[in-house]
């Protein structure tokens, strides 16, 4: 996976980051809101002697730093290449953030996160929520169809992708209450939570969700 985001602002500044599958290298020293025991999340399975840090926060820091003073309303031109398309938009900050943001977590090496990393392969930048809930089901069926293949028993009620949006919402909410401390500005914040709604819709709402996707794809034909 190569993926680079590039932010043009009106002002002409322009930023660029580059996600991998492997998780950036970062200069120390880190801040000590990127320290694994600052605001750890409650259902973080390491331990500080063996990861000091915590990798999502680590993943993200470049970009904190980046925004941590522009607000999220504002307008920004946004280019998103990978190795078979270019996707643009014109958009807000808190938009682009979101969807930079829930790529890097993905790729970031914190085995929580790490559910998503198969997702990340297949990256959708400025995906809608009807959208996240359609790829985050047809992966997850997709996955227990393999299942299946292997004489595992699948999971075709999609419990554990509740439980999965569960898990990721305990680490959202952490993550941000660790940069709510450096930031200035809202973007990454609203980035942040814009990101746990998405995933809080699959745990608390699925079903509904399911719904009005049936409705579309019945009135589709």
């Known amino acids: 996976m190569n993926v680079n985001y590039s932010f043009q602002f009106q002002d002409g500044r322009q930023v660029d980051f580059k996600v991998t599958s492997q998780p950036s ?10 320290r694994l025991e600052h605001c750890q999340c409650s259902n973080c399975p390491l331990k500080p002697e063996e990861s000091p840090h915590c990798p999502a926060a680590t993943e993200i820091l470049p970009v904190v730093t980046a925004f941590k003073a522009d607000e999220a309303y504002q307008k920004v031109d946004v280019s998103v290449t990978d190795e078979r398309r270019t996707y643009s938009k014109s958009t807000s900050l808190e938009e682009a953030l979101r969807s930079l943001l829930g790529l890097k977590m993905a790729t970031s090496g914190c085995p929580v996160l790490g559910e998503l990393r198969s997702m990340a392969v297949h990256h959708l930048p400025f995906a809608s929520t009807d959208e996240f809930i359609m790829r985050s089901v047809s992966h997850y069926l997709l996955q227990q169809y393999f299942a299946k293949r292997n004489h595992k028993e699948p999971d075709w009620e999609l419990q554990g992708l509740v ?10 909410q952490a993550l941000w209450q660790r940069i709510h401390s450096v930031c200035e500005g809202d973007s990454n914040l609203k980035a942040l939570l814009n990101f746990f709604s998405m995933a809080s819709s699959v745990s608390f709402s699925l079903e509904s969700q399911l719904r009005k996707l049936e409705s579309k794809m019945e009135g589709g034909g």
Not at 25 to 34: K, N, Q, R, T
Not at 163 to 172: A, P
């Open 163 to 172: 439980e999965r949006n569960q898990r990721l919402q305990l680490v959202n």
């Open 25 to 34: 290298e970062v200069d120390s020293p880190l801040p000590s809101w990127a």
